[in-house]
């Protein structure tokens, strides 16, 4: 196998997932217009814009693996988006609180040798437990997760805030979902416990 891995992302979250299944890998940032298109339904979304990513460094790399990802949370009323603040933390958990709301996760894996090129969307279901303001500001002021689709991060404290989980793999909430990935990579070639 000569194929090196090129991760398509400058999210530390992915960047530790990553690093549990590849002890070796490149990290290439991607420079896109994430702006969904019109109509585009959030799996759509998460598809075209993981793909993208991959694409968008694929110039870059010869002969390798690019893994691109994205994430939204969906609910009742439509996207939400990173909230970037505090204050638009705080206004999202209040929003979900005591809801379900989907996660999707797209990833793409393109092969720059072949142009194979396997794309999925992952989802999980996340019911929010019903917390007061006060605590909903405590936990925002604690994780930070201004970064984070949903506002919220399943690998920190933010797991208090969850009542129940719903998914085939526990990463894809984190941003990377690597029992999928780990089915893509293998089908391009790529040994994962090989590498270790």
Do not use: W
């Not at 990513?53 to 390798?64: C, D, G, L």
């Not at 958990?93 to 092969?111: E, M, W, Y």
């Not at 201004?146 to 989980?165: N, S």
Request: proline residues 4%; glycine residues 6%; aromatic residues 4%.
């Amino acid at each position: 196998m000569n194929l090196h891995v090129v991760l398509a992302s400058t999210s530390p979250y992915r960047r530790q997932l990553l690093q549990r299944i590849c002890p070796e890998f490149v990290i290439d940032a991607p420079e896109i217009d994430e702006t969904p298109r019109a109509a585009e339904s959030a799996h759509a979304l998460v598809a075209r814009l993981a793909e993208a990513k991959a694409r968008a460094v694929a110039a870059r790399h010869s002969s390798a693996l690019i893994i691109g990802s994205d994430q939204v949370a969906l609910t009742a009323t439509g996207i939400l988006n990173k909230p970037g603040s505090e204050s638009n933390a705080i206004r999202q958990l209040q929003a979900i609180r005591d809801t379900t709301v989907t996660f999707l996760t797209g990833i793409c894996v393109l092969n720059t040798k072949s142009g194979g090129c396997q794309i999925s969307v992952e989802t999980t279901a996340v019911t929010f437990r019903d917390l007061s303001d006060a605590a909903i500001k405590r936990y925002v002021a604690r994780d930070r997760p201004y970064d984070c689709a949903g506002a919220f991060k399943a690998e920190e404290l933010g797991i208090a805030l969850v009542k129940r989980m719903t998914a085939d793999d526990p990463t894809n909430l984190i941003g990377l979902p690597l029992i999928r990935l780990v089915t893509m990579l293998t089908a391009e070639g790529f040994d994962v416990l090989g590498q270790f």
